[in-house]
């Protein structure tokens, strides 16, 4: 079955502690992106990446970093300088190239909580 | 970064009634989107718009392009309980290209039996 992963579901963390969130897809799309979503809020961009080994900050990207090694995966580190970390996190992917769309397919999810 | 103006906020119906929701922004989108979420669950896609003035349908779901470019709507007829959740749109392919979306705050449905 094609889709987008990602694990774990739930996550706890305690504060000061960097932690790494999975997304793995399987669709051989090269566009990734992490949303962080907050409760009652849309989606913010945090990072992005159109191919494997490049990747572009997108609108809240302070306190996270990602990798880009393989085209299959894109990795979120959410680091101890975020100062708000706890949220849901939605990882998402996007195939690119000649007739491809603008349409963005998404992962279930991962809750972060952190205390 | 900029976000769309997704209205209602928030909707409370009796099952069966009809739903409209609407997007607007201050720019042009090539491209419209509507998803749907499940609590704790990643959206969905429900509706891709490509084309101003298109009207696209899914089912009971039904969706148009607004002609300035700047607006979309999305209607749903004879709402039944699973159609509960947060339904956002998105646009694409304006003046950021068509790497990255623009989400509006969500509309959230909610369906009284």
Redesign the interface.
Known sequence: DGGITQSPKYLFRKEGQNVTLSCEQNLNHDAMYWYRQDPGQGLRLIYYSQIVNDFQKGDIAEGYSVSREKKESFPLTVTSAQKNPTAFYLCASRPTGTGSSYEQYFGPGTRLTVT | ?Q?LN?SPQSMFIQEGEDVSMNCTSSSIF??W?W?KQDP??????LI?LYKAGELTSNGRLTAQFGITRKDSFLNISASIPSDVGIY?C?G??GFQG????V????TRLTINP
């Open positions: 970064g976000q997704q090539n491209t989107l998803y704790g669950e990643g959206p969905v896609l891709a956002f998105a694409s392919g068509a790497q990255k979306l989400f509006g705050q969500g």
